[in-house]
């Protein structure tokens, strides 16, 4: 079992609806982080939080420390968003253990 | 939010040469950089962890003498793929954190744009 999952693993979606991914890790954690890697290959930071929520325009991330897990939630999702969004735990270590992926495709 | 800058973000390479990636950090001091190999609908995997100064550490499994990795600068890492293989062909990527204090555990991690090597 990896201590980092996510689920779903792929998800397509209608352009505007609400779109939540989610990500479960079973080790302690100082941090998480969500990135998204665009087709390309490059990975964006999207969010590191180690409690509660935050928003930065259309995509809000939550985190549950009790529950060991966390949500990346996209409003209003656009074609654009159309990437693998990937949450990482930051154990009490300097290195980064992935999630597997989550596979977004936003049709119009 | 800071800058990592990876180059070439393509290559395509005879088997038997060498390829060497570079890793900036444009706007702040990497100590440490993380280089990733990426196979295709696979998550990351760490390959080494390279440290300012001194020698990379690497992970189980990956090959120091094929896989070298310099750090010379607080802002520069390479990592130097030699005598190429076709099964080398991957993605790399590398990461560098802003550390904070002494600890990256509460830091953002940023990326390189990645290179994508195809060995021929």
């Not at chain 1, 939630?73 to 992926?101: E, M, Q, W």
């Not at chain 2, 180059?7 to 040469?17: A, E, F």
């Not at chain 2, 702040?28 to 990426?38: D, E, L």
Request: hydrophobic share 35%; aromatic share 8%; proline share 4%.
């Amino acid at each position: 079992k990896n201590e980092v999952e996510q689920s779903p693993q792929n998800l397509t979606a209608q352009e505007g609806e609400f779109i939540t991914i989610n990500c479960s890790y079973s080790v302690g954690i100082s941090a998480l982080h969500w990135l998204q890697q665009h087709p390309g290959g490059g990975i964006v930071s999207l969010f590191m939080l180690s409690s509660g929520k935050k928003k930065h325009g259309r995509l809000i991330a939550t985190i549950n420390i009790q529950e060991k897990h966390s949500s990346l939630h996209i409003t209003a999702s656009h074609p654009r968003d159309s990437a693998v969004y990937i949450c990482a735990a930051t154990p009490n270590t300097d290195k980064l253990i992935f999630g597997t992926g989550t596979r977004l495709q936003v049709f119009p | 939010g800071a800058v990592v800058s990876q180059h070439p973000s393509r290559v395509i390479c005879k088997s038997g040469t060498s390829v060497k990636i570079e890793c900036r950090s444009l706007d702040f001091q990497a100590t440490t950089m993380f280089w990733y190999r990426q196979f295709p609908k696979q998550s990351l995997m760490l390959m080494a962890t390279s440290n300012e100064g001194s020698k990379a550490t690497y992970e189980q499994g990956v090959e120091k003498d094929k896989f070298l990795i310099n750090h010379a600068s607080l802002t520069l890492s390479t990592l130097t793929v030699t005598s190429a293989h076709p099964e080398d062909s991957s993605f790399y990527i590398c990461s560098a954190r802003d550390r904070y204090g002494s600890s990256f555990l509460n830091t953002e991690a940023f990326f390189g744009q990645g290179t994508r090597l195809t060995v021929v």
